[in-house]
């Protein structure tokens, strides 16, 4: 008899915990869910744009860089850059590495 009183609570606990979880996400009223995903869409398209905007500023320090490379590379400045005796410098690298290289 102890046994079967512990099972109807229990199941009744259960039952309880269910409903409670089941009703959750029903708290809050329509208006309030369509807010929300429209602040979600939102958010996206906002996303959208700055990553627009970021690839196109991308391409354009690559358009820049590639004018700037090709006018060092350019035979204006060829005397400049080619001295005899002198080994070529590269500016990309490491401060510390030119003198032991």
Same mark, same amino acid.
């Given at each position: 008899?102890? /046994?079967? *009183?512990? #099972?109807?609570? #229990?199941? $009744? &606990?259960? &039952? ?6 089941? *009703? ?13 995903? /429209? ?5 996206? *398209?906002?996303?959208?744009?700055? !990553?627009?905007?970021? !690839? #196109?500023?991308?391409?354009? $320090?690559?358009? !820049? ?15 400049? $850059?080619?001295?005899? #005796? ?9 401060? !510390?590495?030119?003198?032991? *290289?």
């Amino acid at each position: 008899m102890i /046994q079967s *009183s512990y #099972g109807v609570i #229990g199941l $009744l &606990l259960l &039952l309880a915990c269910l409903t409670a979880a089941g *009703s959750e996400s029903d708290l809050r009223p329509r208006a309030v869910r369509s807010s929300v995903c /429209q602040e979600h869409t939102d958010l996206h *398209s906002r996303m959208d744009a700055v !990553e627009k905007r970021m !690839e #196109g500023t991308v391409e354009n $320090l690559e358009a !820049e860089l590639a004018a700037l490379l090709d006018a060092i590379h350019d035979t204006q400045w060829s005397p400049l $850059l080619d001295k005899p #005796g002198q080994t070529a410098v590269d500016i990309l690298q490491d401060p !510390e590495q030119r003198g032991r *290289s």
